[in-house]
């Protein structure tokens, strides 16, 4: 076809009512645990209870703004509040701070110069950016490992970029437990420079993270066998209340075994900006200089992708942590959110064993994290639903800030009834 044919098609296509340039544009339902939510919106019942969404909740089950936060957002709107745009890698400090929380202060000053940093749209963006940071710089395209249950964006983001993925078994089902065994087993038999998505910390769903020696052993591996660590950061130090104790994945993998390793960091939990769309990518290389060409590669892709990140949500992420009051103050928040997370974890357990519901619920007090695996049937969890006004995800995940003082009981109560419903 000549180039005047192919102006002339494509004109006709333009110009017919009946053809759609989106013809081939096919529906996709919503994603589940926001149409979770819409339903939970849309429930008239007084006694609804959301155990889908991944937001923190107070005790009165509303949003909650972190006093650290409140107080970094009052300290800049009392200044000069310019809105320019950012650089293209975002907010110099901001990114330091972060890779600084990542790290830890010695780790942090010791790899300075060999880090690439770049702000990014939460988690979900500093995924999606090393994603093409990697996909730039790495061929042939290795496959990308991914825990078997995961959060679902994994695989939406890596395939998207054109990533084979592969899912390897993570969980032991019937023991309610990380099923080691297969995953040093996928770690053993992968391809040499694989990539693997980490869970830093309170692996979503499941709540179950590897033990500290588990870690080292797994680490181990990852340096044997040349496999690359992409460690998805979203909860640290909102699973234990302490930035160290969550972090120490990431730092054993970069400072003891001196890993090139990536993280991908996210404040929507720990500082509560969900909206704001804080997040940094923290790159640690080998050398200062392949560090200094991939943080020009992030910046060129960041170009292409957002050009600048926002900019309020960086500056009070970096007002808190660039001021000792206020980060003393951001570290008792997160005790504070962890602290209530894991009481309704105990409470929510205890009323179960004391009420003999069927079934063993220990695995609920030996998961972390914001995230619970009840292991119900999705028969089970319908007929929350629909008789009780209690929703979650289709396979039992649970959000334990959506539980308070007020509704346990009642969820307890239900959880027990619909079980032995279920029982005849
Ligand atoms: C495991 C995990 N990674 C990443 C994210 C990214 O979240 P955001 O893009 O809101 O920072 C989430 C959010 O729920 C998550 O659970």
């Keep these: 076809m000549t180039s005047t044919e192919t102006t002339t098609v494509s004109l006709a296509m333009a110009t017919d009512t009946h053809t759609s340039w989106f013809d ?11 149409a979770l939510t819409a339903g939970f919106i849309a429930d008239p019942d007084p006694n609804k209870v959301n155990l889908g969404q991944g937001t923190y909740r107070d005790d009165e089950g509303k949003p909650w703004i972190l006093s650290s936060v409140h107080q970094a957002r009052e300290k800049l709107i009392s200044q000069k509040l310019y809105h320019e745009y950012l650089p293209i890698l ?8 972060a890779a600084e929380v990542a790290l830890g202060t010695r780790i942090y000053r010791e790899h300075k110069e060999t880090l690439a940093t770049c702000q990014s749209l939460s988690g979900t963006g500093s995924l999606h950016l090393t994603g093409l940071l990697l996909r730039a710089v790495l061929n042939p395209l290795p496959k990308v490992f991914i825990p078997e249950p995961t959060w679902s964006n994994h695989h939406q983001i890596f395939r998207a970029l054109g990533f084979e993925c592969q899912s390897f078994p993570y969980y032991d089902y019937a023991n309610k437990t990380l099923d080691f065994d297969s995953y040093i087993s996928t770690l053993e038999s992968a391809e040499p420079h694989s990539i693997f998505i980490l869970h830093a910390c309170a692996h979503n769903p499941t709540g179950c993270d590897p033990s500290k020696s588990q870690w080292e052993q797994i680490g181990q591996i990852f ?8 460690f998805d950061a979203a909860y640290l130090g909102f699973n234990s209340g302490d930035v160290d104790e969550d972090a120490f994945a990431i730092r054993y993998f970069v400072d003891d ?8 960091m996210s404040f929507a939990k720990n500082m509560g900006l969900y ?10 290389a080998k050398n200062s ?3 200094r060409n ?9 170009r292409s992708e957002v ?3 926002p900019g309020f949500g960086a500056k009070i992420a970096s007002t808190v942590l660039g001021d000792e009051q206020l980060k003393g103050a951001w570290y008792e928040d997160m005790v504070t959110m962890s602290g209530r997370i894991r009481s309704m974890r105990t409470q929510l357990h205890d009323l179960l064993v004391s009420q003999a519901t069927p079934g063993s619920w220990n695995h609920l007090v030996n998961q972390t994290g914001m995230f619970g695996f009840l292991g119900l049937s999705p028969k089970v969890v319908e007929q929350l639903r629909d008789q009780y006004y209690i929703y979650m995800s289709a396979n039992s995940r649970i959000s334990l800030a959506g539980l308070n003082s007020h509704n346990v009981e009642y969820v307890a109560r239900s959880i027990k009834t619909c079980l032995e419903d279920q029982q005849f």
């Design 24 to 34: 081939r544009a096919t529906f996709y339902p919503p994603d589940p645990i926001f």
């Design 90 to 97: 975002g907010l110099a400090e901001f990114r330091s701070r």
């Design 223 to 230: 340096k044997d066998r040349q496999l690359f660590p992409l």
């Design 257 to 264: 075994l001196e890993l090139e390793t990536a993280v991908c």
């Design 275 to 284: 909206g704001e769309r804080v997040g940094c990518t923290v790159l640690v």
């Design 289 to 291: 200089l392949t560090a």
């Design 294 to 302: 991939t943080e020009s590669m992030l910046e060129m892709l960041q």
């Design 307 to 309: 050009s600048n990140p």
